[in-house]
């Protein structure tokens, strides 16, 4: 069994700054692609970034790309989510998934729906953006 524990997430201004974590452990990520969903207050979940653990191929959204960058340790089996330019339309709580992957393309994995077709699911971290 795979264990995916989200960390970093907090209250940050207008403009911020913050890197998520989201930390593996039980089976190594490889095969698998990691996704940062988030599901902000009274909407359904969103995909934000996903990223091809072995390979390290990413997709972004286009409501976050050029502003959130994905990225993985493999020596800690971590993966990161580093968001700069916040915006308080980004204040949700972040979840971290994972899903081996086969011949799933990461684009593909980050289309797909979060409660039905993920694999594995962290707890989810706070993100608040205000002033």
């Known amino acids: 069994q795979l264990q995916l524990v989200e960390s970093g997430g907090g209250l940050v201004q207008p403009g911020g700054s913050l890197r998520l974590s989201c930390a593996a452990s039980g089976l190594t990520l490889d095969y698998y692609g990691v996704g940062w969903f988030r599901q902000a207050p009274g909407k359904g979940h969103e995909a934000v970034s996903c990223?091809?653990?072995?390979?390290?191929?990413?997709y972004y959204s286009d409501s976050i790309k050029g502003r959130f960058t994905i990225s993985r340790d493999r020596a800690k089996n971590t993966v990161y989510l580093e968001m700069s330019g916040l915006k308080p339309e980004d204040t949700a709580v972040y979840y971290c998934t994972a899903r081996a992957l086969f011949i799933t393309t990461i684009s593909t994995m980050c289309h797909m729906d979060y409660s039905r077709d993920m694999d594995y699911w962290g707890q989810g971290t706070q993100v608040t953006v205000s002033s």
């Open positions: 990223i091809n653990y072995s390979d390290g191929s990413t």
